[in-house]
């Protein structure tokens, strides 16, 4: 089992930047993929970034393709989404997810982080 802690959210002006971190605990973490999923008020639960067990695979939202990276260091159990050029639009929950296999359904991920903030402001 994987437990997931969020964080690093917070208030940002557009064009801004933030860097999410997930901290996990659990023996499986290295051999989880990863993904960071977000939702908007009134708006579903979406896909926007994942990476590969090792690292060697990630995949991007195209809403954020070229200005969000998603990176991981199993070493700290930890897995990032730097997010850069932040729009208004860009405001939601973010969640990080970790599930056995890669992909950008949220029925791949398993085990899931309680969310954190994140506003852009125009």
């Known amino acids: 089992q994987v437990q997931l802690v969020e964080s690093g959210g917070g208030l940002v002006q557009a064009g801004g930047s933030l860097r999410l971190s997930c901290t996990a605990s659990?023996?499986?973490?290295?051999?989880?993929?990863l993904g960071w999923f977000r939702q908007a008020p009134g708006k579903e639960r979406e896909f926007v970034a994942t990476?590969?067990?090792?690292?060697?695979?990630?995949y991007y939202a195209d809403s954020v393709k070229g200005r969000f990276t998603i990176s991981r260091d199993n070493a700290k159990n930890t897995v990032y989404l730097q997010m850069n050029s932040l729009k208004p639009v860009d405001t939601a929950v973010y969640y990080c997810?970790?599930?056995?296999?890669?992909?950008?359904?949220?029925?791949?991920?398993?085990?899931w982080g309680q969310g954190t903030q994140v506003t852009v402001s125009s």
């Open positions: 997810a970790a599930g056995p296999t890669l992909g950008t359904n949220s029925g791949n991920y398993a085990y």
């Open positions: 659990g023996r499986t973490f290295a051999w989880s993929s």
């Open positions: 990476i590969s067990s090792r690292g060697g695979s990630t």
